[in-house]
């Protein structure tokens, strides 16, 4: 029971962190015309994020961490969590699954850049978006084939 317990607490943290990298990214450096800022809005928390924002913007980082990081980590724990769910499977339908975060990244940057979704194509995200995949399922593999998650269910 307790080794379970640890497994998935393992398997959370991999997935998650990253993924709260890439938000922080995006709440602390980005421009707040975004349309995740007026959802924090509509939370009630602009107070909160001009705080934070006011703290930690004299920060820089890099060009490619501000504006592909972000793809990157979402398609990353997008990946990790299909290629969790699947890895047992046998059909080949787990291969749709597990490269559905890579074909919907890259299928939104194209979508960019023909005008049929709001933003600006850019070939670093699209690079951004077969780096996460491919460190999804290279960190599951990683853990399934350790002894954190040896006989993974």
């Not at 060009?63 to 080949?92: C, D, H, Q, R």
Request: proline letters at 3%; hydrophobic letters at 55%.
């Amino acid at each position: 029971m307790m080794l379970s317990i640890f497994k998935t607490g393992v398997i959370m943290l991999v997935a998650i962190i990253p993924l709260i990298v890439g938000g922080i990214i995006y709440i602390i450096w980005r421009v707040d015309s975004l349309l995740m800022f007026a959802w924090i809005e509509s939370f009630g928390l602009t107070d909160f994020l001009t705080i934070l924002r006011d703290n930690y913007k004299h920060y820089n980082i890099p060009t490619w961490a501000l504006y592909n990081l972000p793809n990157g980590t979402w398609t990353y724990t997008f990946t990790f969590v299909m290629s969790y769910i699947w890895i047992k499977e046998l059909s080949l339908k787990k291969y749709f699954y597990i490269s559905l975060p890579l074909l919907l990244g890259v299928f939104f940057e194209f979508g960019q850049l023909i005008k049929i979704f709001p933003g600006v194509f850019c070939y670093g995200d699209i690079l951004a978006h077969f780096g996460g995949a491919s460190m999804g399922c290279l960190m599951l593999l990683i853990l399934n084939r350790g002894s954190v998650l040896n006989g993974l269910s």
